[in-house]
């Protein structure tokens, strides 16, 4: 089985733009979670999607958002880049059940300059 | 909220010696637990995991970790580690019957000696 994958795996921005990040989850699995992985915050939960709907969401403001398709992939925009959102962005998929056990892609190096 | 706990940041080993990495949890109610592995270069690799029964989890490469509930802890061992499980830990924990996501330690980064 394919694993977790994200594009790209590597992106450039500048301050005030807006960027968009691709997951595509393993086969059969419908939730996809999003995580920022910083240096200092280490790994902090975005938001969970399953079947479409956003299941949960963590404390990031109101810039960070995602949707999932009806195929289970799924998207996350951060708009108003701002240089502390530099990170790498880590997406898990999960077949969605009560454990809730994610297998994660090898994310998205996102710098903001 | 949620908060997990790895004591140390940085440990330093020689091959063949004994791994202990410790993790400790705050949330009361019923969790799952999980150790992940990032090793240079690769992404975050599930070790193992905790859901019920057995306290004792084995995992792969060698792995266990024992949860001890009334300690709120999950720690990760390894009889005798090698060059190669030189990476960076994460403990996880995620809070039975709701649908939020993980909630990661800060990683304890391990260095292996040849």
């Known amino acids: 089985k394919a694993g977790v994958t994200q594009t790209p795996r590597y992106l450039i921005k500048t301050r005030g733009q807006q960027v968009t990040l691709s997951c595509s989850p393993i086969?059969?699995?419908?939730?996809v979670s999003w995580y920022q992985q910083t240096p200092g915050q280490g790994l902090q939960f975005l938001f969970e999607?399953?079947?479409?709907?956003?299941?949960n969401k963590g404390n990031f403001p109101g810039r960070f958002s995602g949707r999932q398709f009806s195929n289970s992939r799924s998207e996350m925009n951060v708009s108003t880049l701002e240089l502390g959102d530099s990170a790498l962005y880590l997406c898990?998929?999960?077949?969605?059940?009560?454990?809730?056990?994610?297998?994660f892609g090898p994310g998205t190096r996102l710098t903001v300059l | 909220a949620q908060s997990v706990s790895q004591h140390n940041h940085h440990v330093i080993l020689s091959e063949a010696a004994s791994l202990e990495l410790g993790c400790n949890y705050s949330?009361?109610?019923?969790?799952?637990l999980f150790w992940y592995v990032q090793y240079p270069g690769q992404h975050l690799q599930l070790l193992l995991k905790?859901?019920?029964?057995?306290?004792l989890v084995k995992g792969i490469k060698g792995f266990e970790a024992e949860f001890i509930k009334s300690k709120f802890s999950f720690n990760l061992r390894k009889p005798s580690v090698q060059w190669s499980d030189t990476a960076e830990y994460f403990c996880?924990?995620?809070?039975?019957?709701?649908?939020?996501?993980?909630?990661f330690g800060k990683g304890t980064h391990l260095i292996i000696q040849p």
């Open positions: 898990a998929s999960g077949a969605g059940g009560t454990y809730n056990e994610q297998f």
């Open positions: 086969s059969g699995h419908r939730s």
């Open positions: 999607y399953f079947s479409e709907t956003q299941r």
């Open positions: 949330y009361g109610g019923t969790v799952n």
């Open positions: 905790y859901f019920s029964g057995d306290p």
């Open positions: 996880a924990v995620h809070s039975g019957g709701g649908a939020d996501g993980l909630t």
